[in-house]
């Protein structure tokens, strides 16, 4: 008998590139029927709140308050090294301008979120579609954006500055150690071997498009919003790497890290122990 599994992620170029195998039908997926959903990032994280998806792409931040309900799969992260969200503005700004300054942010659950509080934390915010923030920023209703996805390599073609770069911060902070930014999670009652079968299909998904870069590549640009060809293989470079297979033993030292320092700050309302998916689930 057949079993569907709902699975859903960003509309953005890394996501579709790591998901292509599954949606171009590359790979054998057995009994199991995959239905894809695109929607933003932060849409995704209040949807998993409410456990309406089997398997989905979340903010690590996000998972804080997910991970009653859902086990993060040991592949399918975005990690930023020495690099990720940014910080724009029309102005040069100093950082300690940015205090009590009013930030267009793509949502409050996101990871980008998370670290600008934890970078400045008297900062103000308004949420804007993730889309929409450089040109909002760039007509001057919020003194600077948070960028993620695809507009942070491509905010200097509105004329906007960059401020900080959250990933090289989170860097110099933790003495190298990636940003945790988002992670495909499942639900917990799907059973274990439900998950570790699913969690197997969405790796091979990752390696096929690794393997097979140009198609996944041609696949992925569909969902570019307006990247070169080239910027869109430097994107997809930065968030679908040998990371994404692997979060590595530093990648989750980051990604538990990540949680406590917010939960230290007083911006997660309690501690949370990242539990993973059994490691088996590797080829």
Request: glycine content about 8%; proline content about 4%.
């Amino acid at each position: 008998m057949t079993r569907t599994i709902r699975v859903a992620h960003s509309p953005d170029s890394d996501d579709a590139f790591m998901f292509y195998a599954l949606a171009a039908g590359k790979i054998d997926t057995g009994d199991i029927r995959f239905e894809h959903e695109l929607q933003d990032i932060e849409t995704l994280n209040r949807r998993a709140l409410a456990g309406e998806l089997d398997v989905t792409a979340v903010s690590i931040h996000a998972y804080a308050y997910l991970s009653a309900r859902y086990a993060l799969l040991p592949h399918g992260a975005s990690m930023g090294e020495g690099y990720g969200p940014r910080i724009v503005a029309r102005r040069k700004l100093r950082i300690k301008d940015l205090a009590g300054a009013m930030v267009a942010i793509p949502g409050t659950m996101t990871s980008a979120w998370l670290a600008l509080k934890m970078y400045v934390p008297d900062v103000r915010h308004q949420v804007v579609p993730f889309d929409r923030i450089i040109e909002h920023v760039a007509e001057g209703k919020a003194d600077a954006g948070l960028i993620i996805h695809e507009g942070q390599l491509t905010y200097q073609d509105a004329g906007l500055k960059l401020i900080k770069d959250l990933g090289e911060w989170w860097a110099h902070e933790t003495r190298g150690l990636p940003l945790p930014l988002g992670g495909n999670v499942i639900r917990r009652d799907l059973g274990e071997d439900l998950m570790i079968r699913v969690s197997r299909l969405l790796r091979a998904s990752i390696a096929y498009a690794l393997k097979h870069r140009r198609q996944a590549l041609e696949h992925a640009m569909q969902y570019g919003r307006g990247l070169t060809k080239e910027q869109a293989d430097e994107f997809v470079g930065m968030y679908v790497n040998q990371r994404t297979l692997d979060y590595g033993d530093d990648g989750r030292r980051a990604v538990q890290l990540f949680l406590n320092r917010g939960f230290e700050a007083g911006l997660i309302p309690r501690r949370v122990r990242i539990e993973f998916v059994d490691d088996a689930v590797a080829p």
